[in-house]
C-alpha cells in the first residue's frame, strides 16, 4: 500500500485553513472501533509554481480546474479509535498542509504517529488548480478523477479507479485492481493496472496500456510511433479511421485476430497471430498481446 513519506514541511507561504468538524460514530474496519471525521478547507495564493502535488492515502482525490494562481482543497480526515473521544483524538494526529515548496505547490495528508502505516485511517482530497497546472497525484485504496486539467499528469493509487478527462500534455498511470477510463485525451498515454478493464478514447495518441485480465479497448486516432497494448484474459479492440496506415504485429492465443483493412502480411499469418502492413509506408506501428481473447481492428462506425 503506497503512502506518502513523512518530510519535514517547508516554509509555508500564505496557508489559509478553515477547519469545519463533525464526527462519525461507525465501524472503520477494526471491530467495535469508533471513526472521527472531519473536512478541512485549504487555500494558497501568490505561488509561483506550476506542478501541484497531492498526497493522501486510503481515499480519494479529485481535481478540477479553478480560478488561476490559486489552489483550493478540502481535505476529509478520519481517525479511528476504541470511543468516540479516542478517535477525535486519533484524528487530530493527521496533519494536512498545502505550500509552496521548490518548484511545487504540495497538498499533503500525513498519519503523523505512523506515517508509513495508517491502517484504517484515510485522508481524501477534493482539489481546485489553475487549468494550465501540471499533476502529480498520490493515493492508496482511492479512486483518482481528473477533468479539465491541461497541464501533465502522473497519478498513483492501488486498489481503485482512475478517470481522466481531457488529458493534453501527457498521462501516466498506475493503479491495480481498478479500471482506467480515458476520454477527450491527446498526447503521450502511459496507463497500468490489473484485474480490470482499460478504455481509451483519444486523438493523436501515442499509447502504453498494460492490463491483466480484463480488456484493452481504443478509439480514436493515433500518432506515429511504437503503440502498445496487452492484457490477458481478455480482449483488445481498436476503432481507428477509416483511412488509417499502421505496421501491425498482434498475437493472441485460444481466441482469433480480426482485422478489417487489407492487410500486406510479412510472414505467415495464422488465426492467432497476424505481421505485417496497412498501407504503403505506415508511421505507426502496433503491437497487441493478450492470451484466451481475441485482437480486433476495425475502422470506426
Known amino acids: 500500500m503506497r503512502t506518502p513519506a513523512c518530510r519535514r514541511p517547508p516554509a509555508v507561504l500564505g496557508l489559509v485553513a478553515l477547519v469545519v468538524a463533525f464526527v462519525v460514530g461507525g465501524c472503520a474496519g477494526g471491530v467495535g472501533e469508533t471513526t472521527a471525521r472531519e473536512s478541512r478547507d485549504l487555500s494558497l495564493a501568490g505561488f509561483s509554481a506550476h ?4 498526497e493522501v492515502f486510503n481515499g480519494e482525490i479529485s481535481v478540477r480546474p479553478g480560478p488561476d494562481g490559486r489552489v483550493s482543497a478540502t481535505v476529509t480526515v478520519t481517525g479511528a479509535g476504541a470511543t468516540k473521544a479516542d478517535a477525535e483524538a486519533d484524528r487530530a494526529r493527521i496533519v494536512t498542509t498545502l505550500q509552496e515548496t521548490t518548484g511545487a505547490v504540495m497538498l499533503r495528508a500525513v498519519y503523523q504517529p505512523d ?6 485511517r484515510g485522508a481524501s482530497a477534493v482539489v481546485t488548480v489553475p487549468a494550465g497546472s501540471a499533476l502529480e497525484l498520490d493515493t492508496s485504496n482511492g479512486k483518482v478523477s481528473v477533468a479539465g ?8 493509487t492501488s486498489n481503485a479507479e482512475v478517470t481522466v478527462d481531457r488529458a493534453t500534455a501527457g498521462l501516466d498511470v498506475e493503479t491495480s485492481n481498478g479500471a482506467i477510463a480515458v476520454t477527450g485525451s491527446r498526447g503521450q498515454l502511459g496507463l497500468a493496472t490489473s484485474n480490470a ?7 493523436d495518441a501515442a499509447v502504453r496500456a498494460s492490463t491483466s485480465n480484463g480488456e484493452v479497448a481504443f478509439a480514436g486516432t493515433l500518432a506515429a510511433g511504437a503503440q502498445s497494448f496487452e492484457t ?38 495464422s488465426e492467432t497471430r497476424l505481421v505485417g502492413r496497412v498501407g504503403a509506408a505506415p508511421a505507426i506501428a502496433i503491437s497487441a498481446r493478450t492470451s484466451n481473447g481475441g485482437i480486433t481492428i476495425l475502422p470506426a462506425k
Not at 506515517?115 to 484504517?120: E, G
Not at 505496421?247 to 481466441?255: Q, R
Request: glycine share 8%.
Open 51 to 54: 506542478l501541484v502535488h497531492v
Open 115 to 120: 506515517p508509513t502505516s495508517p491502517r484504517n
Open 232 to 269: 490477458s484474459n481478455a480482449a483488445i479492440s481498436l476503432r481507428l479511421g477509416a483511412d488509417a496506415t499502421f505496421g501491425l504485429d498482434l498475437e493472441t492465443s485460444n481466441a482469433k485476430v480480426t482485422v478489417g483493412y487489407p492487410v500486406t502480411t510479412s510472414e505467415a499469418a
Open 197 to 203: 478493464r482499460i478504455g481509451i478514447a483519444a486523438t
Open 149 to 156: 486539467v491541461t497541464g501533465a499528469i502522473r497519478i498513483r
